[in-house]
């Protein structure tokens, strides 16, 4: 299936679940409908293009002029305000939850780790893309450094930014977590990253549209379960608008 068309099938189906089926979906029959939906594109996403494939990779001139900054394009707090203006030297990053060693990272400290800079397509599920150089750790690594216990099943980003008054929040499972191209980015384009794209640090989910790439992170926790987590259902979007947990592309 063309990438444009894979796009529009998520697309549609997250457009389904917000809109005029939401009735529809919430029954038990409709949940089961799009529960088993998921679970195929998920699986068939995994076999067509295996568990480790990397997403394309693009040229410098390749790079769009601007990534356009969606949903939240800053952070409504006096901290972040003066930590955007002072370069984010107070700025931390946690990672804990099912881990032997918990962490607590400054924004030297990840940009002191090994690297990761990649050219991709960022694909929103509203339609439109746009190609950048993203660069940061890649999360296995922090994940390796704070070692994972085996009961641990999804990687739990949290933000800072608080959306339609609820925090932001995103899940992954083990396969994309451990992913080679799923990284921590702090700069985009050779420069760090702007406000409007989640400055000082976002998450690069390469396969997955765009609602999965949490922004403003402040923790990484490794999780058994989402079930209890705001909504339950994996997501910000997902909990307010029945998007797909799983939106590979």
């Known amino acids: 299936m063309a990438e444009i068309g894979r796009r529009s099938l998520i697309a549609g189906i997250a457009a389904l679940g917000a809109g005029g089926c939401a009735k529809f979906a919430s029954s038990e029959t409709g949940q089961s409908l799009f529960d088993a939906a998921e679970n195929w594109h998920r699986a068939s996403h995994r076999a067509l293009a ?3 494939a990397l997403a394309p990779e693009y040229a410098p001139e390749d790079r769009s002029p ?3 900054g969606n949903g939240s394009v800053t952070v409504d707090s006096d901290f972040y305000r003066a930590q955007l203006k002072t370069g984010f030297a107070e700025w931390r990053l946690t990672v804990g939850g099912l881990v032997d060693n918990p962490l ?3 924004l030297a400290d990840i940009r002191a780790l090994p690297q990761r800079i990649q050219i991709t397509r960022h694909d929103c599920v509203e339609g439109w893309s746009a190609i950048g150089e993203w660069a940061g750790p890649q999360l296995s690594v922090l994940l390796d450094a704070a070692r994972i216990r085996p009961e641990a099943r999804f990687i739990l980003f949290r933000c800072a930014d608080v959306l339609y008054n609820r925090p932001y929040y995103e899940t992954i499972d083990m396969v994309d977590a ?3 191209q799923t990284i921590i980015a ?3 384009n050779g420069e760090p990253l702007p406000e409007k794209n989640g400055a000082p640090l976002r998450a690069r989910i390469e396969r997955q549209l765009g609602y999965k790439h949490a922004k403003y992170l402040t923790a990484i926790e490794a999780v058994a379960s989402f079930d209890d987590v705001a909504g339950g259902k994996g997501g910000f979007w997902e909990d307010l608008a029945d998007y797909q947990w799983y939106a590979g592309i």
């Open 50 to 52: 295996g568990r480790q």
């Open 66 to 68: 601007t990534v356009k």
């Open 104 to 106: 607590t990272l400054s």
């Open 178 to 180: 451990y992913h080679p």
């Open 186 to 188: 702090h700069a985009l």
